[in-house]
């Protein structure tokens, strides 16, 4: 997708040189038509870089869009069953702001408003919080992405940040 913009780009440019050089300028050009010429070619330089930055994409450096929330869940592990709040959630797991309750790969069960009971394993944590991977996600996936996506979560806003800081980039 890069190519076409980049190829207008460089014969701008190349346009831009061949019109400075003093052997090959036309003689009979006025010098305000050459500034405004020049400025144009700028201009449309200007505009060809921004639609080549859209072109390649940022780096995903996790598989699924996290959500930041506090809703409070249940957890259970074996017999012990405790109300933690939920620091983010995303399809494929969740971090728990609750000190982690065994050690990792302990199989617990999480259950979520909208969606219901889970299959999950300790994947990380400390004694503030730990993080779980949705075992059998398979399962709870169509209710996950329903809970997730519902617009309750903000993530319009997320999405206008992330615009607005790719632009100033």
Not at 47 to 74: D, G, H, Q
Not at 88 to 114: C, F, K, M, N
Request: proline share 5%; hydrophobic share 50%.
């Amino acid at each position: 997708m890069v190519r076409p913009f980049a190829l207008l780009a460089g014969l701008t440019l190349i346009g831009m040189l061949y019109a400075s050089l003093a052997d090959f300028a036309p003689s009979l050009v006025r010098f305000d038509a050459m500034v405004m010429n020049l400025g144009w070619s700028v201009y449309n330089i200007i505009v060809l870089l921004m639609a080549i930055s859209v072109c390649v994409e940022l780096p995903r450096y996790r598989r699924e869009e996290r959500f930041a929330t506090a809703e409070p869940t249940r957890i259970r592990t074996g017999d012990r069953i405790f109300m933690a709040p939920l620091a983010d959630v995303s399809v494929s797991g969740a971090r728990i702001q609750a000190p982690r309750p065994g050690p990792v790969g302990t199989l617990v069960t999480i259950t979520l408003e909208h969606v219901g009971d889970i299959e999950a394993r300790i994947v990380d944590g400390s004694d503030a919080m730990f993080v779980v991977e949705f075992a059998a996600a398979d399962k709870t996936r169509d209710a996950l992405i329903r809970k997730l996506f519902s617009g309750r979560y903000g993530q319009r806003s997320a999405a206008d940040r992330a615009l607005f800081a790719r632009i100033l980039r």
